[in-house]
């Protein structure tokens, strides 16, 4: 369902984003399509909630500075709270690096910090600690998690609180304390999930009229080499070329709208709908620098098989993955295998062109011997 429903929201979002920016600001059809947008964005991040508690999302965790991260989303963080709430970052001495996939701890705490939010109506102080800490051998048998060094992050707010009978269900998908115009009950249940992907855990602590803390811990990395690179790309500054790609996608309507924008972004282009098709192209004399292909592909033959096939055929071929279910064919254990590029469905034209790029310059990638 998630593969199937992804492929729907990367047409809508992907055409209804070329729609707004076609239309002029006076146009009365430009607020249409902004809202066919919002919705394609709102349906995204429903399907994304949904992985993350099933622990099914691709994560790929590299060792990451929680001050770093932290520091980088702080002005949203601000933003995202508002001028009634009082926000701040204390971190207890040097922090160990950790082990996390960035995007994904960015978003975990974007939601709570908007659950802190809600929780305080009136304004009160959200206040975000971080410091080093051990896990013994007691504590971790009766919580399903491995003893040792961790990295704690606790979000605590001065607000409403929630009963001792209602603190158990918190992490449930779909279970709010929240009027039903506030939030579908996927904040806590996806960071619940996410967290518990990544070898981590997570308690909540709250009274009614006092607050709330939720404490996430993070396995601490063990190599401490900072992978993280920052993107220094303005957002609306495409990147382009001009390289050959072969895009393998069995989706007619998703095929179509990757070929159009490859094509718009300087690419030249040539489609498969399936591994067969595949398989002859790569077997010709066309020139091919980079193979775009769907993980999940009909009759067996996977996107990852056609990887390995390609090449077997062409070496020095770059591969870039993309599926909005990835299955186990490039994830094991919760994890991108190593030198795997995923671009995850659905994707704006942005992400689309940075993650082409990254993926023709070499980056991320292992060589195939």
């Given at each position: ?86 926000i ?63 990295v ?17 269900k ?28 990544s ?14 803390t939720?404490?996430l ?107 909005g ?45």
């Amino acid at each position: 369902v998630a593969h199937d429903f992804n492929n729907l929201l990367t047409v809508v979002i992907g055409n209804s984003q070329i729609l707004t920016e076609s239309f002029e600001d006076s146009n009365r059809l430009k607020p249409l399509a902004d809202m066919i947008l919002q919705a394609g964005y709102r349906g995204a991040d429903l399907t994304r909630s949904l992985l993350a508690f099933a622990r099914k999302q691709p994560l790929d965790p590299k060792p990451e500075s929680i001050k770093q991260l932290i520091d980088q989303l702080w002005p949203l963080l601000e933003r995202a709270v508002g001028e009634g709430i009082a926000i701040k970052f204390i971190a207890e001495g040097p922090l160990k690096h950790v082990l996390v996939d960035a995007g994904q701890f960015e978003n975990a705490l974007l939601n709570l910090s908007l659950n802190a939010k809600d929780a305080m109506p009136k304004g009160g102080q959200l206040v975000i600690e971080a410091k080093n800490t051990h896990l013994p051998e007691q504590y971790a048998q009766n919580n399903d998690i491995s003893s040792g060094d961790y990295v704690v992050l606790a979000v605590s707010d001065s607000g409403c609180g929630i009963d001792a009978e209602k603190l158990d269900k918190v992490f449930e998908p779909f279970y709010t304390t929240k009027s039903k115009d506030k939030g579908t009950g996927l904040g806590l249940a996806m960071v619940y999930g996410f967290i518990k992907q990544s070898n981590g855990h997570v308690n909540i602590y709250s009274e009614p009229g006092q607050g709330t803390t939720v404490r996430l811990y993070l396995p601490v990395a063990i190599d401490n080499t900072l992978q993280r690179k920052v993107n220094t790309q303005e957002p609306n500054n495409l990147q382009i070329g001009h390289e050959t790609i072969l895009v393998v996608e069995d989706d007619p309507m998703v095929r179509e709208y990757v070929l159009t924008q490859l094509t718009a972004l300087g690419y030249d282009v040539l489609s498969a709908a399936d591994g067969k098709q595949a398989m002859d192209i790569l077997q010709s004399e066309q020139k091919i620098d980079l193979l775009l292909t769907d993980v999940v592909l009909p009759e067996g033959f996977n996107g990852r098989k056609i990887a390995e096939l390609a090449l077997k055929l062409r070496p020095s071929l770059r591969i870039l993955y993309t599926s909005g279910y990835t299955e186990n064919s490039i994830v094991h254990h919760g994890r991108l295998d190593k030198g795997v590029l995923l671009l995850s469905k659905p994707y704006k034209r942005e992400e689309l062109a940075s993650k082409v790029r990254m993926a023709l310059d070499g980056e991320g990638q292992v060589s195939s011997d």
